[in-house]
């Protein structure tokens, strides 16, 4: 299949792009410029610049026969716009309804989409999200992500392009930034972190797996108009993680307790409320749908993901 991948120099595009190519994928990339980035050998660049409500897609879907959209405006961790929401929905909403609409028209058989958990909502109460849940979506990025579903899926059905939706957790490994990094940094310095007495559960997926769920996606006839929840398999504690990655760094967690309460008081003087949630709070999802449907398992274990990410971040010059 001739696929065209967006977000293709990105941290998933990454991981994806040697899968697709692995499974006899024509790749084409569509990059912000033709300096967005090394691709491997084979790989056709397509410079489409800024995306949004106004990219034309022409050329870069000449000839395609599947779409795998990446690209998106993910968490901005030093937000400076004054209307934030409005570039989310540039970017996310708009882009990806206009690459659909243009997909659309080059009749272009199969459009993988990844969308997020942050779809489902913030938090899970003791059951995890599944498929059925109805969407919630609380922040910029989920309710951008979540309007991206719907005129995707609007324009599909209008056209009858196939879609699949894959909606992520925390994606982690080599090249992983924002909290997670920040998280391997704590580990690898064994600071002492007052968390061993939260008793979350949180669903996490290695970027090898995000990137073989993709390929399956795109490849799997009975991935057809289907949205997917995927991970690692069973989630885990914010503790026992912790202590899984100071493992991998060959270093130590020196985790001691503290009242859940007064840590969200704490980070809520600080300023640190949502980094807080994401350490204390439970976010985990079932991903059973799409290891019935399309038989898919993750080629990696979680203990597997965390050692290639380990040996990355100690493989990098951080002084």
Not at 139 to 162: H, N
Request: aromatic share 6%; glycine share 10%.
């Amino acid at each position: 299949m001739r696929v065209l991948v967006t977000g293709a120099t990105g941290f998933v595009g990454n991981a994806l792009i040697p899968e697709l190519i692995a499974a006899g994928h024509n790749v084409r990339a569509a990059v912000w410029s033709d300096l967005g980035g090394n691709l491997a050998d084979g790989v056709e660049a397509i410079e489409v610049g800024d995306i949004g409500p106004e990219t034309n897609w022409d050329e870069a879907l000449d000839g395609i026969e599947g779409v795998i959209h990446l690209a998106a405006r993910a968490h901005v961790m030093n937000e400076t716009s004054i209307d934030p929401l409005a570039q989310y929905r540039r970017i996310n909403t708009s882009g990806t309804q206009r690459l659909a609409e243009a997909a659309g028209r080059a009749g272009v058989g199969r459009f993988v989409f990844l969308s997020s958990v942050k779809v489902n909502g913030e938090r899970t109460e003791g059951c995890p999200f599944n498929e059925a849940f109805v969407p919630a979506p609380e922040d910029a990025y989920g309710i951008t992500k979540w309007e991206a579903e719907q005129a995707l899926e609007a324009e599909a059905s209008r056209c009858g392009m196939e879609t699949v939706i894959l909606r992520s957790p925390l994606v982690y490994g080599p090249g992983v930034k924002g909290n997670y990094l920040r998280l391997l940094g704590f580990c690898n310095k064994g600071l002492p972190l007052p968390l061993c007495a939260i008793r979350n559960t949180r669903s996490l997926i290695y970027v090898g797996n995000l990137a073989n769920a993709l390929q399956t996606s795109l490849d799997h006839a009975a991935a057809a108009g289907e949205t997917f929840l995927v991970s690692d398999g069973a989630p885990v504690s914010t503790p026992d993680l912790i202590r899984a990655i100071a493992v991998a760094l060959g270093s130590r967690a020196p985790l001691f307790p503290m009242p859940e309460t007064l840590l969200r008081t704490v980070a809520r003087v600080l300023g640190k409320s949502g980094m807080a949630e994401r350490l204390i709070g439970s976010l985990a999802v079932d991903d059973r749908k799409i290891r019935q449907i399309l038989a898919w398992h993750p080629p990696f274990s979680m203990l597997e993901g965390l050692r290639e990410t380990a040996a990355w971040y100690l493989s990098q010059d951080r002084s």
